[in-house]
């Protein structure tokens, strides 16, 4: 039985004791929630070390990468080189996956993590975050090429994804339901403080950059149109739209209180697939989502489903409320 401020350690001793959690595993997530712990204090220490502003390179996705972008990318590395069966990192931030093991074993684990997510958001105070992504391997894997990390969301056994705002949330999913954690300030541990998060099958909030209106394809803009429809229109109720231009943020909200999260592909960045990437960004996000009783799609099919082609492949995301994402694969499909 969980228990409302348990610490961490307790909850992953409950899952290694009743769910089969692994010990190898218990002490990467240990580390892991560490490093998310550090990154947040050098997110509220940003602006008196003088980090926040861009460090003056881009990341291979062509972004200018933030200083924090950086310190976050190296906390996750080093926290999670500790773990002697993680064969491989991939990092938003590093173009080639990082290899920490020449040869493999069955059983070994991927890493795959944004190490902060929504990073424009640091210049103005509001929530970033971090996401990530483990997944084990079945059997060895040939380590001279960055295609053996290309595996399917549906594979993973652990997800989770940090907030940094008006206080430090850490949530986490192994496969058996979605929990919340805060960070105590004085004892520096992480405490239970949402128990079995679950999202509404139905909604009335959706997120969405509705300043890209004039590039969505038909089955988005159709949907829009409705909600903004209100009483008046085939809803027959008002909706409310939220965006805070960082996934975690708006994820973090619609697993506490329901709603939709729409990043489609668009004229703007179809050339690419999308905007979101799969492996570290829509594939945990989607697999914590479905834990919670909601779905994940790119509009044609499950994000969880989608073959990876390069592990910094980019796709459509829609993600929230059950009813809210089948409606909206509903638009596809008649499209």
């Known amino acids: 039985m969980l228990e409302t401020n348990m610490t961490f350690r307790q909850f992953l001793l409950h899952d290694y004791r009743h769910e089969g959690l692994e010990k190898d595993l218990v002490f990467l997530l240990e580390d892991i929630a560490t490093a998310c712990a550090i990154i947040s204090n050098h997110v509220r220490d940003g602006a008196f070390k003088g980090n926040l502003g861009v460090a003056g ?84 894997i040939d380590t001279s090429t960055d295609a053996s990390v290309l595996i399917k969301g549906s594979e993973q056994i652990c997800a989770g994804y940090s907030v940094y705002g008006p206080s430090t949330s850490l949530v986490i999913t192994t496969g058996h339901g979605v929990n919340g954690f805060t960070h105590q300030q004085g004892t520096g541990e992480f405490r239970l403080t949402f128990k079995d998060m679950t999202i509404p099958e139905t909604t ?3 997120a969405i950059n509705a300043s890209r209106y004039r590039l ?51 004229e703007g960045n179809r050339a690419t697939g999308g905007k979101l990437r799969l492996m570290y960004e829509a594939n945990p996000m989607g697999f914590i989502v479905e834990q919670a009783g909601g779905s994940a799609s790119t509009g044609t099919q499950r994000i969880l489903d989608v073959t990876p082609t390069s592990h910094h492949q980019r796709v459509p995301v829609i ?3 059950k009813d809210e994402v089948a409606r909206i694969d509903a638009f596809h499909t008649k499209s």
Not at 251 to 261: A, D, E, M, N, P
Request: aromatic share 10%; charged share 25%.
């Open 319 to 321: 993600m929230g409320s």
């Open 204 to 206: 009335k909030e959706f």
């Open 57 to 140: 390179s881009t990341n291979v996705q062509g972004e200018d990468q933030k200083q924090l972008d950086v310190i976050a990318d190296e906390e996750f590395i080093r926290h999670c080189s500790n773990c002697s069966r993680v064969a491989a990192l991939v990092s938003e931030e590093v173009d080639e996956v990082h290899w920490l093991k020449k040869e493999t074993k069955a059983g070994d684990y991927i890493v795959y993590f944004d190490p902060l997510d929504g990073s424009s958001n640091l210049d103005v105070n509001l929530s970033v975050g971090s996401i990530f992504s483990i997944v084990q391997i079945a059997e060895p």
């Open 216 to 266: 969505w394809e038909e089955p988005i803009r159709a949907y829009f149109d409705e909600c903004l429809a209100g009483v008046e229109g085939p809803r027959a109720s008002n909706t409310n739209m939220r965006w805070t231009a960082s996934m975690v943020a708006d994820i973090h909200r619609i697993l506490t209180r329901g709603g939709v999260f729409l990043y489609p592909q668009d």
